[in-house]
């Protein structure tokens, strides 16, 4: 796991990214005054993006727009990278006749372009304009490969295993327009214009190479909108995030990362998404009251605490009876049905993005969670779990699940490599 040089975040919206503070911005543009809103940065907190004049009346870019994380490393960016403010997924299908050849050309394009925006640089050609001004602002550009696109490019013989189809769930209302893909990018930053600006860059990389299947987006918590860092919150109101493997865990690695030794080889530092759209009825949960959410949940909804006392941090006691002889988290709280200790140990890394496209046809929000979930493996992660939630989960009545897709996320590019490389060209 990489160095995290910026850690103004919530350490359960996964810390232990490479980040860096993008020296072109702090040295080049502003000098020492530079060096002052870094050390604000790290402080965190309210305030600490109020930009600081210079002698010579500029601002400096804030701690938001001069972060950077690494393009370069084990690990593909935005997996284990703290939850950006924005967020853009968007899937592509290769066009009629593009094949390996024109795949491994696109997968070149489109890496030069990651490297390039993620640094806080023009796109190499065409740029828009739209990021001007702007730092890198902790953009992250992660590329996977859906299972059709390894029959498309002649590759099926080097498919992963682990991208076999999701199971049927009983709740599944699923859109197949709106699912799978050959190719999947998922676009995080802490400042819109410059998320726009990449997912613009991309889209016209793909070229006459591929063409977008389904797009959504999605947005999270501003850093700075809190007095402290703190997990992100959903549209329902709760802390969402607490339950995560943390990078500071001794198997957090073996949990989200294929490892070295594992088949196929290609994917060695990688890792799988499960991408899930899911719907939230919020004109009905919005009616039920706070004692009775806290219940579907099993935690509090001020501050994520487990109904068995504590803090957000505190172990859930799930065998905890109330003086009325009931367990204190319910049979069928969804933290208790979802917890590793109850499903094997099957965890997950949950790192999603609200989203809100307006009022649907039928009068209601069409609002709810874009829900990514990193594993080294979704048999042994997503697939337990959905499993046992789609059994009697108190929160399913209140969400539908809307579309579906499962990635195979190679590791991250060796200087010199682009995305993919070791799968296409070896
Ligand atoms: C199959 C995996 C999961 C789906 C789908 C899912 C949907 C979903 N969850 C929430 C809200 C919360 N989930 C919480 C915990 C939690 N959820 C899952 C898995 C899925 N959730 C796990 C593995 C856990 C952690 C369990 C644990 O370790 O104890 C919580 C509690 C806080 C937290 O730990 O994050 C909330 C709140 C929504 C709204 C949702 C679909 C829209
Ligand atoms: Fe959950």
Do not use: C
């Amino acid at each position: 796991m990489s160095e995290t040089k910026n850690s103004d975040r919530a350490p359960a919206a996964t810390t232990g990214a490479t980040l860096d503070i993008s020296r072109r911005k702090l040295l080049g543009t502003v000098g020492g005054v530079g060096v002052a809103g870094l050390a604000l940065g790290a402080a965190g907190g309210a305030g600490v993006y109020a930009a600081v004049e210079s002698p010579d009346g500029t601002s400096p870019l804030t701690s938001v727009g001069s972060t950077e994380v690494m393009f370069h490393g084990k690990h593909q960016a935005g997996i284990a990278t703290p939850l950006q403010s924005t967020g853009h997924l968007v899937a592509f299908d290769l066009a009629p006749g593009a094949g390996r050849k024109e795949a491994a050309a696109l997968m070149r394009r489109w890496s030069a372009t990651a490297r390039s925006l993620m640094a806080g640089e023009p796109a190499s050609s065409g740029d828009t304009g739209v990021a001007l001004d702007a730092g890198p602002s902790s953009l992250t550009v992660t590329f996977g490969f859906g299972a059709s696109f390894f029959d498309r490019t002649q590759l099926a013989d080097r498919r992963p295993a682990q991208l076999d189809p999701l199971p049927d769930f009983s709740s599944d209302q699923l859109d197949p327009k709106r699912s799978n893909g050959d190719l999947w990018v998922q676009i995080g930053s802490d400042d819109a214009l410059v998320a726009f600006h990449a997912l613009r860059a991309i889209q016209q990389d793909a070229g006459s190479a591929a063409k977008v299947r389904w797009q959504m987006n999605g947005f999270n918590r501003t850093p700075g909108a809190t007095e402290k860092p703190m997990t992100a919150r959903n549209l329902m109101g709760q802390i969402d995030g607490t339950g995560n493997p943390k990078p500071s865990d001794a198997d957090f690695d073996q949990r989200i990362f294929v490892p070295d030794t594992a088949q196929p080889a290609w994917m060695a530092g990688g890792s799988y998404a499960v991408v899930r759209r899911i719907r939230m009825l919020l004109d009905t949960w919005e009616k039920l009251p706070l004692t009775e959410q806290e219940q579907v949940i099993g935690r509090k909804k001020s501050n994520g605490a487990p109904l068995s006392g504590g803090t957000e941090t505190t172990k859930m006691q799930l065998d905890k009876f109330g003086p009325d002889g009931k367990l204190v988290i319910p049979e069928n709280a969804h933290a208790r049905i979802a917890a590793p200790e109850q499903n094997g140990g099957a965890a997950m890394l949950r790192r999603a993005f609200s989203y809100h496209d307006g009022i649907a046809a039928d009068g209601t929000p069409d609002a709810g969670l874009l829900f990514v979930a990193w594993q080294a493996d979704p048999v042994k992660g997503f697939v337990p779990v959905q499993r046992k939630l789609d059994r009697g989960d108190a929160l399913s009545p209140f969400l539908r699940h809307e579309a579906s897709g499962l990635f195979a996320v190679p590791g991250g590019p060796r200087a010199g490599e682009y995305v993919g490389q070791r799968l296409l060209e070896s």
